[in-house]
């Protein structure tokens, strides 16, 4: 949920004045899915579609990188306790237990109930209405009542002449703008769990008065998740019946978005139509204030090139565009056909991610980063950007987040240049360049000796995962780790050379004015997962001459290691008594420093610059403030590039 970006809308009708043209009671039905519930939901998919969804999260823990992955996104798993965010009725207090008659035993008409309660779901015989009125009571109502046949008088409340009228209590009387963040905290960003309702204080609240039911409408349209295509649907409709809730709409979030969740095959899907490029348009038409839309691989066919020409030209608000894994043919169609449309000078994206959009031509970044003068997060990680595209950034730009790993067309020389001499990267915080060295090369050793010294020391995440690395470049890094909080290494160190990084150098003429001055590094994450099993020297790491895994290596936190070595070292009990565990998610591998409670409370491991996510290492740029989740946690943390 993006707290930090929300702003009063502007340029159209007031909440209020939204609120009193609104048709009745629209919004909880958004949430509640009970008549669209699918018959089986255990379904396979069919062998045309992805074998798995793949859907990564981060859990709350006592050590970091513990993740839950499931094949299926977990908003998707809906039932009937999950999706009514309205409160159930209270239940009786006590069961109830049908007596048969004696002579009769297997009549059901005579008989008794015993105690007279009401069953399962049944609240009383007074509820049966007999020609408009209230037949009887019920023993569940005599009981309330404390065994009196007559309904007692309810006595007349005093006003309390300290009371506010109505509409004029305190939190009432505060502007917009601090209510809505209040609201905000209220919201659940967390998927359905199958036992707890969700959102139930925010359907509370539309009850409440008139000003909190505007301010509610606004928390629970103003960021749309979509599970499913049914739920698009019914968001769908009620924007379409009450046109006035998409213009409250900022984030259209698909990056839970799972198609074979309700139907096993591609045909019954295409069937349905609930998710087709003319319904998306229609809903981008309906959102016209929208500043964040969050896509990815699976609804790659839906993003035609009218979808296309919408998002980049008839949005002016829109901020953040994240394509994540689109690389389908109708998707690069799509695109290179808009390339001939007649694009503006200058267009309001300043965070865009195109990570893994493998077929997108090179012309693509060509026509798309000229333009992008509002630039701060970029991630082209794995796409046919060239060096040409890169130094055409405006250079009014201000990056903070930059992504140009497995960019095979770029050069080395071509990078060093743009990030020593090009002014929109002064301000970096985030840098990956980092390779699969078994494929491809970016840096070798000159290249990182010209490289290192130029990092601005805003710098909080560097990547250089890949690269031909040299002991010498230790001393160049040193600088480096007292701002930075994950460095990612190269090859061909040494982990005495890597321990340099943690403790100053020996002295041999007894001098230890370098010890005295020594500045303690800010290291929480490091990356050495391009040494494999049989390159990491376990024996040093874990000896007692080395110092990173170490308690006074603190406030290091995590070391990632190739996923190959996890077995061993999950077995091996020298990492618990050096005060460490083992954790791995998908095809990745981490070393977790244990906490000690008597240290304090656990660093929750969140950063402005991480957008969200609380764990360390982060494979793809988000582009959005929130949680991490569905696809997106799995480009994250799952994958090793």
Partial sequence: MDRTTSSPLVGHPTQQHVTSKLKRSPSPSLLRDNMDQPENTTTSPDKSTRSSFSSVREVDSDFAQSFTSTKVSSYSKLSEEVVDDLPSPPAMATQTQFIPPVTQPNSRLHGCWFPAVAADGFQGWKQIGVKGRQASK?????????IVWSTP??????????????????????????LGQIIDHLVLDVPPNGVSARNVDLMSLLLTSRTLHSATLNALYKNITIPHSRIFRKFLSHISQNQELGTIVRRLDFSHFNPTTLFSTASERATTR??????????????????????????????????LRKLFFGLDRL???????????????????????????????????????????????ETLLPRLGNLTHLDLAGTRVTNAALQSIPHNAKITHLNLSKCKLLTADAVIDFLANHPAVKGLELLSLGVDARSHQLLDEDDLTKLIPILPQSLRSLSLKGSKMASSHINLLRPLTKHLEELALGRR??????????????????DINEQLEWDPHSLKYLDLSDYTSAELDLITLFGRNTSIMKKFSAPLEVIEVTDDLYPRLAKSPVVKQLGWTVTENGSRAWLVRLHDPEDGPRDSGLRYWKMGASFWGMRKIPVACAEVGGMYGSYMFKRKL
């Fill in 274 to 307: 609930n998710l087709t490029p003319e319904t998306l348009m229609q809903c981008l038409e309906l959102t016209p204030f929208l500043r964040e839309f969050l896509a990815q691989e699976y609804i790659e066919d839906e993003l035609d090139a009218k979808v």
């Fill in 153 to 178: 008088v309810t006595p007349i409340k005093k006003k309390d002449p300290e009371r506010p009228s109505p509409g004029q209590s305190t939190i009432e009387k505060l502007p917009t703008e601090i």
């Fill in 138 to 146: 019920s023993y569940g109502d005599l009981q309330a009542l404390k």
């Fill in 493 to 510: 160190l040494k982990i005495s050379d890597i321990d340099r990084l943690f403790i100053p150098d020996e002295d041999e003429s007894g």
């Fill in 319 to 365: 901020q953040g565009i994240d394509f994540c894994g689109c690389s389908s043919g109708a998707f690069k169609n799509a695109f290179q056909s808009i390339l001939l449309s007649d694009w503006p000078e200058a267009l309001s994206i300043s965070r865009l991610s195109l990570h893994k959009c493998i077929t997108l031509p090179s012309s693509v970044f």
